[in-house]
């Protein structure tokens, strides 16, 4: 299951990590989120030992929602050593999810 982060822990566990972090923003009553919801779940299954994948409920956590200017949801930002590296919004595929992340890794 997906770690789910707030606004009180997300600067703490971001620049904290030594590994890459995938930060999904979404909201419950979002069709879309639920989908790539799934996507992620495979994508922590296979990269639990290389990097992080979490949850940020835009609707309870509008302070980091709004640092990083989330507009639309789902919305998908990758960060590496507390620094946001790449972004994603709307849908997309597995692969290009792990190919980013591929890049961060290395």
């Given at each position: 299951m ?10 703490k ?16 009553w ?8 799934i ?13 992080l994948?979490?949850?940020?409920n ?16 789902p ?5 590496k ?17 792990k ?8």
């Amino acid at each position: 299951m997906l770690q789910e982060i707030n606004d009180d822990n997300f600067e703490k566990l971001v620049s904290k990590s030594d590994k890459p972090i995938l930060v999904d923003f979404w909201a419950p009553w979002c069709s879309p989120c639920r989908a790539l919801s799934i996507l992620l779940e495979e994508i922590f299954t296979e990269y639990h030992t290389k990097a992080l994948v979490m949850k940020l409920n835009v609707d309870k956590n509008p302070k980091t929602s709004s640092k990083y200017g989330i507009r639309s949801i789902p919305t998908i930002i990758f960060f590496k050593n507390g620094e946001k590296k790449d972004m994603h919004i709307g849908i997309t595929s597995k692969e290009e999810i792990k190919k980013k992340l591929d890049a961060l890794i290395k």
